[in-house]
């Protein structure tokens, strides 16, 4: 079964620092581009950071530039996404996303072939 497992939500204090993973089982992350989005009740899905299948390039939202980081270890078929520095704003669903664009160093994430379910992140105090 082809599957997209995220991992490592939780409740944090603003200020604070969580780390999520991004496990794939039935396929490999390598021909892969990785997408992390998020989405809070009553808005739309917000595209949060790109890595290319080579890991050679990023993209990031304005929102999250300097403090998130992407990162992929195609050895354990996971990709991670570091979050720095949260805000009570950073709340909300994180899913994980990949889309088949052979292994190069394309940023493609929209129309995305596999979904996970989902972690939630919770930035309160």
């Known amino acids: 079964q082809l599957q997209l497992v995220e991992s490592g939500g939780g409740l944090v204090q603003p200020g604070g620092s969580l780390r999520l993973s991004c496990a794939a089982s039935g396929f490999t992350l390598d021909d892969y581009a990785i997408g992390w989005f998020r989405q809070t009740p009553g808005k739309e899905r917000e595209g949060v950071l790109c890595i290319s299948a080579s890991g050679g390039s990023t993209r990031y939202a304005d929102s999250v530039k300097g403090r998130f980081t992407i990162s992929r270890d195609n050895a354990k078929n996971t990709v991670y996404l570091q979050m720095n520095s949260l805000k009570p704003e950073d709340t909300a669903i994180y899913y994980c996303?990949?889309?088949?664009?052979?292994?190069?160093?394309?940023?493609?994430?929209?129309?995305?072939?596999?979904w996970g379910k989902g972690t939630l992140v919770t930035v309160s105090s």
């Open positions: 996303a990949a889309r088949n664009t052979g292994r190069s160093n394309r940023l493609a994430c929209a129309n995305m072939d596999y």
